[in-house]
């Protein structure tokens, strides 16, 4: 059985390179690759026909937590190993906040990338080991802006829902100042509010905070 493949990175040179250790496994194929999430989207509603996404975190328009949050809203079965080089706390519980189904550092070797993707595949959550002690040092002492409860005087102005839930959606801030007649800079000081108001620092983490909490 083939693993339809899906390589998102902003460097080619990494893609080219992870193209070529994939290669020595006659049961991947690569469907596409994108050097962004915005692209990585439109790729994936042309050929939705992937498996498996190998997902980098620092990209420019989308960057890899976004990107992953939104792929697993338009294909929640579609698999998303993050391969990145950033392995601080933040991002692991970001990344696993919006649905990543696996953390792998990129210097993982071939044999030992192609194991994680075919048991992610099985059902599996693989880490990279220094990725998954940390993980469970997450779960035991969470990031506590992230996680708490959120006082019952904070409250979102309604152009500020309206930013959120346009933000929500995965497109960039000059489409959001476009569809609300509002500059690009007033889509950004209205999202920076919206980050202190809710005591978070990601997109993710602000659209999961506001809709646990019934805001949008």
Do not use: W
């Amino acid at each position: 059985m083939s693993i339809r493949t899906a390589i998102i990175d902003d460097n080619h040179f990494l893609i080219k390179s992870l193209q070529e250790k994939l290669s020595l496994f006659p049961d991947i194929t690569i469907s596409f690759t994108a050097n962004d999430g915005l692209q990585c989207m439109d790729k994936l509603n042309q050929d939705p026909q992937v498996d498996l996404m190998l997902m980098d975190l620092e990209m420019p328009v989308k960057n890899g937590i976004e990107a992953t949050a939104a792929v697993k809203q338009r294909c929640p079965d579609l698999k998303v190993i993050i391969l990145t080089v950033f392995d601080d706390d933040e991002n692991i519980f970001n990344a696993i906040q919006a649905g990543a189904d696996g953390y792998l550092l990129k210097e993982t070797g071939a044999h030992e990338l192609h194991n994680a993707m075919v048991q992610t595949l099985n059902g599996g959550a693989i880490m990279t080991p220094s990725i998954a002690l940390k993980a469970l040092n997450l779960l035991r002492s969470p990031l506590a802006p992230t996680v708490a409860h959120m006082e019952e005087s904070v409250q979102l102005s309604n152009r500020e829902v309206e930013v959120l839930e346009q933000l929500s959606t995965g497109i960039p801030y000059t489409a959001i100042a476009k569809k609300l007649f509002i500059s690009p800079f007033t889509v950004r000081k209205h999202i920076e509010n919206i980050y202190k108001k809710l005591q978070v620092n990601s997109k993710v983490m602000a659209i999961e905070k506001a809709k646990r909490n019934g805001l949008i």
